[in-house]
């Protein structure tokens, strides 16, 4: 499966529709890998500019942020995403959530 985590500097979790950018790993069950890093391009004096963070991952099926607003979750929604907020490092929050999945997927 493939995760963006939104950061703005690519060490820290960032609000999902302030950050600059998303970094996006690839996650089969191993390690997470790292692919590659996709800026959105957004205007730091500008409000609610979610959408342009969401057209960009189109193609993954987690987004870990460390908040969202409502209009971004419902977006995130709609676009059949799944959003984790988190906070903390980027390394953080994507271990965070895959110790998470693995726990839970754990047969009983």
Known sequence: MK???????????DHFGRARGFAIY????DD????????TNINPEEKH????????LEDC???IAAQAG???KY?????NLKLVEDEGTVEDVINRFIDHEKFMNKPI
């Not at 690839?26 to 069950?29: E, S």
């Open 3 to 13: 995760i963006a985590v939104a950061t703005s500097d690519q060490i820290n979790a």
């Open 26 to 29: 690839q996650w089969d069950g």
């Open 32 to 39: 997470p890998e790292f692919i590659k890093y996709i800026e």
């Open 49 to 56: 500019q979610w959408h342009k963070g969401l057209s960009i």
């Open 61 to 63: 099926e987690i987004i």
């Open 70 to 72: 409502m209009k971004a």
């Open 75 to 79: 977006g995130i929604k709609k676009a």
